[in-house]
T-cell receptor
Framework: GAGVSQTPSNKVTEKGKYVELRCDPI?????LYWYRQSLGQGPEFLIYFQGTGAADDSGLPNDRFFAVRPEGSVSTLKIQRTERGDSAVYLCASSLRVGAKNIQYFGAGTRLSVL | RKEVEQDPGPFNVPEGATVAFNCTYS??????FFWYRQDCRKEPKLLMS???SGNEDGRFTAQLNRASQYISLLIRDSKLSDSATYLC???????????FGKGTTLSVSS
């Protein structure tokens, strides 16, 4: 597809479980970003990748959150021991390259509900 | 203080009205500025970039005042289809992560 693809679109899990959220960026985009959006708030930055490496993970809330991008394309956000407070929409974005002038394009997000 | 602050809203206006949104940002090192639009339960989509000289795209005009750290968006001749949440966005200090405001909700009615 032409845009950023995220799967699943919805995920319901129980407290304490492990979840993986997948992002497939726009072809050729080297930079990939993860954000989290809670109800009534703007998206909040979690982590970004330039190629395969995590260039900035300062937004990850704690060590239960981890993300990988092993081949520099698809990325997976992993959440261990989920908590009810993790419920949110997880958005992925990609851009052609890292930098101030590069527009970030967003996927439709994964809506995570932790019961 | 939040890094990006916006008018609380919601803004409820009739079709054809002119409406203005304001936004302030705290980090003077911010490099790029944007307005994104987000429809209910959808992803944010770029509406327009904001330049120091001001820029216009059809009915939409954006202004940036770096000295005051202030950004604005003006929508003229509002349409029903303009109903959405408008997010004020700046690049983080590293020029990478986007910092979003909470958003301002606009509802245009006939």
């Amino acid at each position: 597809g032409a845009g950023v693809s995220q799967t699943p679109s919805n995920k319901v899990t129980e407290k304490g479980k492990y979840v993986e959220l997948r992002c497939d960026p726009i072809s050729g985009h080297t930079a990939l970003y993860w954000y989290r959006q809670s109800l009534g708030q703007g998206p909040e930055f979690l982590i970004y990748f330039q190629g395969t490496g995590a260039a900035d993970d300062s937004g990850l809330p704690n060590d239960r959150f981890f993300a990988v991008r092993p081949e520099g394309s698809v990325s997976t956000l992993k959440i261990q021991r989920t908590e009810r407070g993790d419920s949110a929409v997880y958005l992925c974005a990609s851009s052609l390259r890292v930098g101030a002038k590069n527009i970030q394009y967003f996927g439709a997000g994964t809506r995570l509900s932790v019961l | 203080r939040k890094e990006v602050e916006q008018d609380p809203g919601p803004f409820n206006v009739p079709e054809g009205a002119t409406v203005a949104f304001n936004c302030t940002y705290s980090n003077s090192a911010s490099q790029s500025f944007f307005w994104y639009r987000q429809d209910c339960r959808k992803e944010p989509k770029l509406l327009m970039s904001v330049y120091s000289s001001g820029n216009e795209d059809g009915r939409f005009t954006a202004q940036l005042n770096r000295a005051s750290q202030y950004i604005s968006l003006l929508i003229r001749d509002s349409k029903l289809s303009d109903s959405a949440t408008y997010l004020c966005v700046v690049n983080g200090q590293a020029g990478t992560a986007l910092i979003f405001g909470k958003g301002t909700t606009l509802s245009v009615s006939s």
